[in-house]
């Protein structure tokens, strides 16, 4: 018999004790520390900052610890914790320009001044396990060093634009909006689309990038340049009356060379996608410039061809996965009452129908 | 975590004033959507996250707090929503809608009715009522600007032509003081009613979208239908099993493989009262005494 549910309260607790045990696990192995997969599993790691939009590696490792592995869980875990941050001030724009690189990477010239610097890459690595990490503690090989070259290593895009073979993009002074203190309005400019885009779903922006390269909204993108190292942030402090620096950050830049035919007010020229992420995220930040350079097409005088990675609204609306994530899941909740009403209009509705046509077999069986 | 790090009802004072800010102006436009800085709350989105911030910018340290979900105070978000007030403001929680001041609710109006002072907050998942007619925000923020309704209308009459009646049983949608057409969040048609002339204040939050949306008190409220088609609130044809209500909306209990079920009050807190008074339904435990 049916007496009200009660008991919400102990599940919950109970539920709570379970996943607690469960993220342990098997107590005799070794319980994993915040420094080891802040270390170990960096480019989760970055991923959580990158799309937690939350520059910190022992939180977003602490995050990751916290949810099991569930790198979107992590996310939420850091935005739900940054939204609560206090803001002391805002960063001078950071000078990627002088980043210290540890990989900077052009497909579109062979050699360049700073050169092309692998860097710790998969690229070339043969995806075959080794099983030799499976044992542990085998000591590393020394890599070996060199001495930093000094010399600056301007961008791609820079030597590009000397010769006014690529779009100018003049800084307009215009304050870009925050898109975590104000709701996304539309149309978007592009600061606020590539705020969005930055934090957005690798996944999502992988796809919809990948979507360009087959024909939906295709670009013909150049990989100009993939630069990832640490930069200076940099903060202005009244009282001093100039900057000073306040920190380091990695990050990946990521600037694509896009044909562009002309228009009849401009002779032809390059156009430029652009993707910027917080820590090593390359495949997000080539993905983001694909993206970024299909939303503009509006400024750029090309058709709208229907392609989704064009189409603003929706790219805007359906990228950043704890929205996402969060009214999926959301439907696990119960609806009782929705469904009761719904069921309710089904009979009735079945009922009028079976009253106008002949009594089936089945109807009289009801 | 350390509840001290928060302040109180969770959300920064800034965050808060920013939302008040949107609430007067919906209260000041009542049925019109006014975006707001949404914030990331520590529960997901589409679990009330709208709700939750309207929440914690209404309440003071003496409010008195009710929580339902689905009309139940035991939902298990219910729950967690109550626990998270309790932890980071400190209010008192009651079951009880007579008692509180300020109702957070998802999916249901309470039984009892509303009195002046009280504040009835809803969760809204989809704050727009044209957005499954016409998907794009820049579209129907200019349909509402405009007033431009006819295709609500033409949907409400195909069901009428398909279905012979229209064919929505919850979030039917509604008119507000002959103005804008709202979003009553999924509630089932049944309370539509309860919307209009309601001495409580009704302020609807959605988080995901970023919508805060309101009805001041008395405000007219006008669900959408056809002079040959009148708006009709529906419920199932029974009365509650335990309490005997015969006037209130009630849930569908399954209560074996072989096609029997009960029907209880879905307002958990309206039916136990009614027991309490002595009530008693088809199915009540008639030996034992409730208390």
């Not at chain 1, 993009?169 to 539309?186: I, K």
């Not at chain 2, 001495?199 to 995901?208: H, S, V």
């Amino acid at each position: 018999m049916y007496v009200a549910v009660k008991g919400g309260e102990r599940a919950i607790d109970n539920a709570h004790a379970w996943l607690a045990e469960d993220r342990r696990g098997d107590t005799t192995v070794a319980e994993l520390s915040v420094p080891q997969i802040r270390e170990q599993l960096a480019l989760a790691v970055n991923r959580v900052m990158a799309e937690g939009s939350l520059y910190d590696p022992d939180l977003a490792a602490l995050a990751i610890k916290q949810a099991r592995g569930d790198l979107i869980e992590a996310v939420f875990l850091i935005r739900a914790y940054r939204t609560t941050l206090p803001r002391f001030g805002t960063s001078i724009p950071v000078d990627t320009a002088r980043m210290r690189v540890d990989r900077r990477i052009s497909a579109t010239f062979k050699d360049l001044p700073g050169g092309q610097i692998l860097g710790p890459t998969f690229d070339y690595t043969h995806r075959l396990l080794d099983f030799k990490l499976a044992a542990e503690g085998a000591p590393l090989a020394p890599t070996p060093q060199a001495a930093p070259d000094m010399a600056p290593v301007p961008h791609v895009t820079a030597l590009l634009d000397r010769d006014e073979l690529i779009e100018a993009t003049p800084d307009t002074g215009e304050a870009p909006p925050d898109l975590t203190r104000q709701p996304l309005e539309l149309p978007a400019n592009r600061a606020l689309r590539l705020q969005a885009l930055a934090r957005a779903d690798e996944g999502f922006i992988l796809s919809l990038a990948y979507s360009t390269q087959r024909g939906y909204g295709r670009t013909h993108a150049f990989v100009g340049e993939l630069r990832i190292g640490a930069v200076a942030v940099e903060l202005e402090i009244p009282e001093l009356g100039f900057a000073i620096t306040i920190g380091e950050m990695t990050l990946t830049e990521c600037e694509t060379v896009n044909q562009f035919k002309g228009s009849r007010t401009e002779p032809p020229q390059f156009t430029r996608g652009y993707g910027l992420v917080l820590g090593q995220c390359e495949r997000k930040s080539i993905a983001m410039s694909l993206v970024d350079r299909a939303l503009r097409w509006k400024e750029l005088g090309e058709d709208f061809t229907g392609a989704p990675a064009q189409d603003e609204e929706f790219v805007l609306s359906h990228a950043d996965n704890v929205q996402a994530t969060g009214f999926l899941e959301h439907i696990k909740l119960p609806h009782y009452v929705d469904f009761q009403a719904e069921l309710e209009l089904v009979r009735r509705l079945r009922a009028e129908a079976l009253a106008q046509t002949q009594p089936s077999p089945r109807a009289a069986a009801e | 975590m350390s509840d001290d790090a928060y302040n109180f009802a969770y959300l920064d004072e800034q965050t808060k004033r920013m939302i008040r800010r949107a609430l007067l102006k919906a209260l000041a436009i009542p049925g019109y959507q006014v975006p707001f800085a949404s914030r990331e709350m520590p529960m997901p989105y589409g679990w009330g996250t709208g709700g939750v911030q309207v929440t914690a910018a209404c309440l003071t340290p003496d409010d008195v707090l009710k929580v339902i979900d689905q009309g139940a105070d035991d939902t298990t978000n219910a729950v967690s929503i109550r626990r998270f007030f309790q932890r980071t403001a400190g209010v008192a929680t009651t079951e009880s809608t007579a008692e509180a001041t300020v109702i957070q609710t998802r999916h249901r109006i309470p039984e009892t009715p509303l009195t002046e002072g009280q504040i009835l907050v809803y969760q809204v998942p989809i704050p727009e009522p044209l957005r499954f007619l016409e998907p794009r925000e820049t579209e129907t923020r200019k349909m509402h600007e405009l007033e431009e309704y006819g295709l609500m209308h033409v949907k409400l009459y195909e069901d009428i032509a398909r279905h012979g009646e229209i064919a929505t049983a919850y979030a039917y949608p509604v008119k507000v003081e002959g103005r804008y057409v709202m979003d009553p969040s999924p509630i089932p048609k049944f309370d539509n009613p309860k919307l209009s002339d309601n001495p409580a204040i009704q302020l609807f939050g959605a988080g995901r979208e970023s919508r805060i949306y309101a009805l001041p008190p008395y405000t007219q409220v006008v669900s959408l239908d056809f002079e040959d088609h009148p708006f009709r609130a529906s419920k199932a044809d029974h009365a509650c099993d335990l309490c005997g209500a015969a006037e209130s909306y009630l849930d569908e209990v399954i209560t074996d493989d072989a096609g029997s079920r009960m029907f209880v009050c879905s307002d958990t807190d309206f039916c136990t009262g009614r027991q309490a008074a002595g009530h008693r339904g088809r199915l009540s435990p008639l030996s034992k005494e409730i208390a």
